[in-house]
């Protein structure tokens, strides 16, 4: 990479060549992001797409003043840090770390929200490599896309969606004057990026750095404290992402065997059968979109624990044939990288007639692809404490249920939006959305915690739906099959144990990611839901007018 002033050793090589080399073999993109996704007009197939970039500290365009300047001397005290673990002079180190700390604020001031770039009909523009060559100069596309994306063949006429064009063009100006000028502080901006995104694979003076950077930020923005996190914990997830195709056959031969996903199957069916017969009932539905509706259940494909390609480890093993594991873990990691982004890309050059997955089958999170209209229960959801064949059908109906039913009614997200639903009696559906919003509006939240009803309202409602649903399924299941077990060292009926095993699985700590969540916070994917449900206020025998027991509840599924 030519090193860098900061040390006195640095060979002035070309700029482009320096990026392209950090884009390629590191996976570090300082100045905006490329990946593969999939085209806008057409789901499958793989377009490569020009982003922002990520930055590393936590700004908004609506940040305090106040805020915005505590939170860059905090990463630049950070910035200074590392250039004097790698051995800088501590006098060049303030002068290039305060330069990087400008060029970061200048690219951020050429940021625009991703509402007001949706408004504008600008968030996905198609454009060819050579017309962003014009419109970003700085940067040479080709040589540096055709790096990253290898083994793809670029040529100039090469499609792209480009997701902020005014950025791109904003910030080739900003390299072109940095490069008349400040070419050497522009190369330390690049390294000390690099270094940043490095620092989990580096010694633990770099990590201990960056955990009391993370600290610091959290204070300033006002979230809650990180919890420790062993290293152990970090390696074994970068161990599952550099070698899933192996460690997903194995987890799922392991974890979720034939009578797991047999059994899990039928709680999916008997979910699946109690929400076509709310769709029956729904007094905003009219007949013709409660027929719409039901079809559309009837035709959803569901994956259930794994796709066909986890339970093939035989394929995998050719796919680690460049990985190169020695002594430095910093280069183990790195070569782990471009193997894993090599893999990415020849994924996306091969036809895939069936769902690709987005998550790994040992994750937790179920999700509804509109594009393929599949829903997807990976089998590390179908697990201890969600599910269990053995469990009673108590706990896996509040538990796992619930959360079978809410990614059934993402199915029909269109419907809730404005104008989603021309056929359907928009009066009556007003009125519940509003009565949906005042409810979770009246609960009080703890200190510290805020969400943006707007952001979580369909998430809200697939909640108090996906509840009601698989409450429906068990207590029809009740009626069919006497003789339900309980838990022996709890006094709860079965029904008070289906509410507390749906409490269980949304209850949870606060997390660092939730203020980038679409869901409410915790306690109100506990309270919201079960305050809706009067089977809940029956069997707990909670007072008239009790916090969950509210004199009046609104049903929109």
């Not at 990415?344 to 998550?359: D, N």
């Not at 979770?440 to 939240?445: K, R």
Request: proline share 7%; aromatic share 10%.
């Amino acid at each position: 990479l030519g090193g860098w002033r900061i040390s006195g050793k640095w060979t002035s090589l070309n700029f482009n060549r320096t990026l392209r080399l950090l884009m390629s073999q590191y996976g570090h993109f300082p100045f905006f992001r490329a990946y593969l996704g999939p085209h806008p007009a057409s789901p499958h197939t793989p377009v490569i797409q020009i982003d922002q970039p990520e930055f590393d500290v936590p700004l908004k365009q609506d940040q305090e003043q106040k805020i915005y300047a505590q939170i860059f001397r905090e990463y630049l005290t950070y910035l200074n840090q590392l250039g004097t673990l790698l051995g800088g002079d501590p006098s060049k180190v303030q002068e290039h770390s305060s330069l990087s700390i400008s060029i970061t604020s200048r690219l951020f001031q050429f940021l625009r929200p991703l509402e007001q770039r949706r408004a504008q009909g600008k968030l996905f523009q198609m454009v060819t490599i050579d017309q962003l060559k014009e419109m970003a100069p700085a940067i040479d596309w080709l040589s540096c896309l055709q790096a990253t994306f290898t083994p793809m063949s670029l040529s100039p006429s090469q499609s792209l969606v480009v997701h902020d064009v005014e950025y791109l063009k904003n910030m080739s100006q900003l390299v072109e004057e940095m490069l008349l000028k400040q070419r050497d502080f522009l190369q330390s901006h690049m390294i000390l990026g690099l270094v940043v995104t490095l620092s989990p694979a580096l010694d633990s003076q770099f990590q201990e750095a960056r955990r009391k950077l993370s600290q610091k930020l959290r204070e300033l923005t006002e979230q809650p404290p990180m919890p420790a996190r062993p290293r152990w914990m970090k390696c074994v997830e970068e161990t599952g992402t550099f070698f899933e195709p192996t460690l997903a056959a194995l987890f799922v031969r392991e974890a979720f065997g034939p009578s797991t996903r047999s059994a899990a199957m039928k709680l999916f069916t008997a979910i699946r059968d109690a929400l076509i017969t709310r769709l029956r009932n729904l007094p905003w539905m009219n007949e013709e979109t409660q027929n719409m509706a039901q079809d559309k259940v009837a035709q959803l494909q569901v994956e259930m624990g794994a796709s066909e390609w986890a339970l093939k480890p035989e394929l995998a093993r050719q796919e680690y044939n460049d990985i190169q594991l020695g002594s430095s873990f910093l280069q183990s990691v790195l070569s782990c990288v471009r193997s894993l982004r090599a893999r990415i890309v020849q994924s996306f050059l091969q036809p895939h007639p069936q769902h690709r997955g987005k998550v790994s089958p040992w994750d937790v999170n179920a999700y509804y692809s509109v594009s393929d209209h599949v829903v997807v229960f990976p089998a590390g959801l179908l697990q201890p404490p969600f599910f269990h064949p053995g469990y009673p059908r108590a706990v896996n109906f509040g538990a796992a249920g619930s959360i079978m039913a809410h990614e059934l009614l993402h199915i029909f997200y269109q419907l809730l939006l404005p104008g989603g639903c021309l056929a359907c009696d928009n009066h009556a559906l007003q009125e519940a959305h509003l009565c949906l919003k005042r409810h979770y509006a009246a609960f009080p939240l703890p200190s510290r915690t805020s969400f943006n009803d707007s952001l979580t309202f369909l998430e809200n409602a697939a909640d108090v739906g996906g509840l009601a649903i698989a409450l429906q399924a068990y207590s029809k299941r009740l009626l069919r099959h006497h003789g339900e077990t309980v838990l022996p060292s709890l006094d709860l009926s079965p029904q008070q144990i289906f509410f507390r095993s749906y409490a269980q699985v949304m209850c949870r700590k606060p997390s660092p990611q939730d203020s980038h969540d679409t869901h409410s916070p915790p306690h109100l994917r506990v309270h919201g839901p079960l305050s809706s449900t009067p089977a809940f206020a029956r069997y707990f025998r909670c007072a008239r007018g009790a916090l969950l027991n509210p004199s009046s509840r609104c049903q929109l599924w």
